[in-house]
């Protein structure tokens, strides 16, 4: 029985590096692909809280108070007027310059 010499032929290294090689490429496309995902998901996350804020704050005058009209502002376009039945008025104002939307009560 003649024994082999122990060892590693040269097709066997390429071929252990070439299939080492293409498992790490298609480890870090996973990790790019994932952290895409949580990056777009971090970010629909903010835009639900931000619209959330938004409803809440325009929709607190609403439960305390009894809408008798709507009209634009005087002098500005993004913006809503509610006039209230006990005489108050508040404005909604939408500054799409500094992406903003505040409320004034007058």
Known sequence: ???REAGFTV???ITTF???LVVV???LQIIVVLKDVYVNKVVVNNLIVKRGL???KIMDDFDD???EGTSG???LNNCISFIWKDVSVTE???DKDKKHIHTMVL
């Open 54 to 56: 938004m409803t809440e």
């Open 25 to 27: 490429i298609l480890l």
């Open 11 to 13: 097709i066997e290294l």
């Open 18 to 20: 070439s299939l080492t």
């Open 92 to 94: 909604l104002i939408v």
């Open 65 to 67: 108070k009894y809408l």
């Open 73 to 75: 502002c005087l002098g």
């Open 1 to 3: 029985m003649i024994k």
